[in-house]
C-alpha cells in the first residue's frame, strides 16, 4: 500500500495481493484517524460481501473468486471501543459474464490495482451495538 497525505485527506494506491479492509485499518490505525468517508475502484480476484437479513440480524455471506471490476466501493471510518471500525460497501462484476454484486464488504483481494480516495472530516463519531436492530449504529 502506498498513500500520500492532502490536506482533504488521503490517496490510496493497493498493488497485487493486497487487501482493502487491511489496507484502510491500517491507514486508519497509523494516520489516527476518527471520521472519514471512502471512495474507490479497481479490480479484485477475491470477494466475500455480506447481505444483512434484518431477521436473523446476522449477514448472509458471499463469496466470489475470478477476474473482476470494482465499479464503486463507498463507506466510512468511525470509531467504536477506541478501535477503527470500517462500514463498506462495494458494487462489483465480472466483465466476462457481465453478473454484478454488491453488498457489505468484508474481504476484498486486489488482481491488478485499486485506487481509494479517504475524505477526513474533524471531530468523531463513534459506533453503538442496537439490540433492536442487530448493528453498530453511529453514536452520536
Not at 463469496?63 to 470500517?86: F, M, N, W
Not at 457481465?98 to 471531530?123: N, P, R
Request: aromatic share 10%.
Amino acid at each position: 500500500m502506498e498513500y500520500r497525505k492532502f490536506s482533504q485527506g488521503y490517496v490510496l494506491r493497493l498493488d497485487p495481493g493486497e487487501e482493502i479492509v487491511d489496507g484502510l485499518t491500517r491507514l486508519a490505525e497509523q494516520e489516527n484517524i476518527q471520521l472519514a468517508s471512502v471512495t474507490g475502484l479497481g479490480a479484485a480476484n477475491d470477494i466475500t460481501v455480506g447481505i444483512f437479513n434484518n431477521a436473523e440480524k446476522q449477514f448472509q455471506a458471499r463469496h466470489c473468486q475470478g477476474e473482476y471490476e470494482i465499479a464503486s466501493l463507498v463507506g466510512s471510518i468511525t470509531r467504536k471501543d477506541g478501535e477503527p471500525y470500517l462500514h463498506l460497501h462495494i458494487t462489483f462484476g465480472s466483465p466476462t459474464t457481465g453478473e454484478v454484486y454488491a453488498g457489505h464488504l468484508a474481504k476484498c483481494v486486489i488482481s491488478a490495482t485499486a485506487e481509494l480516495f479517504v475524505q477526513t472530516w474533524d471531530g468523531q463519531v463513534g459506533r453503538r451495538f442496537s439490540d433492536r436492530i442487530g448493528l453498530n449504529l453511529l453514536d452520536f
